[in-house]
Every structure is written in structure tokens, then in C-alpha cells.
């Protein structure tokens, strides 16, 4: 169980780089927007969950600019419950910086349960002329890997993201690494549903009423068991996405359970004056 926890912390991780640092201004560009938001997380009791009963928890997701780069800091607690008297809480933090180019990427990942140490990837990885590059570790261990051609870090994954849901395309793949040592990189597939109206409504009190939302949907797949190859997805991501780059309605469907977040908190931050 503690193994598939770990992997869980490694694939959630990926779902809140990608929220926040795809803080975007809605005004056909790439240029991010810095923002802190809060998640509430908790089981989706709509679907089976092998032997985990209960899980509830949240999410912290920090996008910040200077004139170097850009950074995501993530933080998510989770308590687990369930059969056989299964009872803990997983801890886990990452920090990243990319370079505005996007082909630099350093990261520092650290998982605990029970406030005892099981996971921690640190190193760095830059990318070449077509987007192949390498990655190397310093922690756990020292390791190496070659990416592929058109691999993206997290900042210029979620502008494509937004760039393609605003130009109209419903979806694209593309090779997504965020420093994960398990998983080394993900093959992703994104499906962009049709473009909703704004929701002058009002629902969500925190989320402006003017902007277009889209439905999101993500399969990561495992380097080495791509869906070219008959492969079935790690995990599942779903969520609305806004015009500002915020998203709502969190789905994040694993093997053994599945899990659903609504947005609680949000705070837009200053950019810098960079000349």
C-alpha cells in the first residue's frame, strides 16, 4: 500500500503543477499570471475504491514570477482510511523553477506518511533544439535520462493546454516530465471539450462570471506503456478550465480510488517589472 501511495503522490503532484501554473491573463497569449489557491480534496464515493474507505485532505498550489524564471511550489495533506484498520497521512511538497525559455527545469520533491521520510527526487533536466534533452537526479540517487523529442515542463505544457482550448483543437499528446523519478516522464493525452459560456450565474463566488470554460480531460500513460503500444493510462485528471487559467471541479481518477477537489481559496499575486 505504501508503494502505491508513493506512486498516487507522484501523480497528484502532476495535477497541481499543472493548475497553477497555468494562471494565465485570457488574452490570446502565453504570459502567466502568479496565484495562490486552495483545494479541498476529498473521495469520490461515486466510483469503487479498493479497500480505502475514506480520504480528505487539501491542496496548496503557489505560482510565482521574477525575472529569471518562473516557480510552482505545491503542497497537498492527505489523510487515508480504510479496511483492516488502514489509518495515515501522506505529505507531500515540490518546488520547482523553469526557466522562461522553458528548457530548463530544477526540482525538489519530498513525500512523507506519518510524518516519516519515504520519498525525495532532487535534480535538474534541460532540453534541446526540438524539445529532446536530459534529465539527471541527485537524490534519491544519482540517475540519468535521455527525454524524447518535444518533451515539455510544466509551464509550456499548460500554455499549449490553454492555447490550444482557446484556438478551438479538441486535444493533442505531448511528453510531460516534472522531475518524478518512478514515473521518468508521461506521455499525455488531452481531450478539450466544447467551449461553455461563461457562467454568469455566479456558482462559484471566487471565480469571475465573464470568462469561457472549457472541460478538460487528461490520461497519462507510463513511458513504458504508451497507448500506441495497447497501454492503458496511469491515471485520469478532469477539471473546468477558466479564461484566467484557474480551474474548478477536480477529478483525479487512480486504479484503486478516485478523488474530487473544489476550489476554496484563491489569490491573485504581483508580477514583476522585468525589462
Same mark, same amino acid.
Given at each position: 500500500?505504501?508503494?502505491?501511495v508513493g506512486r498516487f503522490a507522484a501523480s497528484f ?16 497569449? $502565453? ?17 469503487? $475504491? ?33 479496511? $483492516? ?20 527545469? !530544477? ?16 535534480? !535538474? ?46 486535444g493533442f499528446e505531448t511528453p510531460l516530465f516534472d ?33 469561457? !470554460?472549457?472541460?478538460? !480531460? ?58
Open positions: 500500500m505504501i508503494r502505491s503532484l502532476l495535477l497541481s503543477v499543472f493548475l497553477f501554473s497555468s494562471s494565465v491573463v485570457f488574452a490570446q497569449t $502565453s504570459s502567466l499570471r502568479p496565484a495562490r489557491a486552495i483545494y479541498d480534496l476529498h473521495l469520490n464515493k461515486d466510483r469503487e $475504491s479498493a479497500g480505502i474507505l475514506g480520504v480528505k485532505g487539501r491542496m496548496v498550489a503557489e505560482y510565482i514570477e521574477d525575472c529569471s524564471g518562473f516557480i510552482l511550489n505545491q503542497g497537498f495533506i492527505l489523510r487515508f482510511s480504510g479496511s $483492516s484498520g488502514l489509518d495515515f497521512v501522506n505529505d507531500l511538497q515540490a518546488s520547482h523553477w523553469e526557466s522562461r525559455d522553458g528548457d530548463i527545469i !530544477r526540482f525538489n520533491l519530498t513525500s512523507t506518511i506519518d510524518g516519516k521520510s519515504v520519498e525525495q527526487e532532487q535534480g !535538474r533536466a534541460e532540453l534541446g533544439p526540438g524539445g529532446a534533452g536530459n534529465a539527471t537526479w541527485d537524490k534519491p540517487k544519482a540517475l540519468h535520462l535521455e527525454l524524447p523529442k518535444g518533451t515539455a515542463f510544466p509551464a509550456v505544457f499548460s500554455r499549449k493546454v490553454l492555447a490550444h482550448a482557446i484556438k478551438g483543437s479538441r522531475g518524478s523519478h518512478e514515473a521518468g516522464y508521461y506521455l499525455v493525452s488531452i481531450f478539450i471539450g466544447d467551449k461553455l459560456a461563461p457562467d454568469a450565474a455566479g456558482h462559484h463566488k471566487l471565480l469571475a462570471k465573464t470568462l469561457p !470554460r472549457w472541460p478538460i !480531460r487528461m490520461a497519462y500513460y507510463s513511458r513504458q506503456d504508451q497507448p500506441n503500444r495497447g497501454g492503458v493510462p496511469e491515471f485520469e485528471i478532469g477539471y473546468t478550465l477558466y479564461g484566467d487559467g484557474v480551474t474548478d471541479g477536480l477529478t483525479l481518477d487512480y486504479p484503486e480510488f478516485g478523488l474530487k477537489g473544489r476550489l476554496v481559496e484563491l489569490e491573485y499575486l504581483d508580477q514583476p517589472s522585468c525589462e
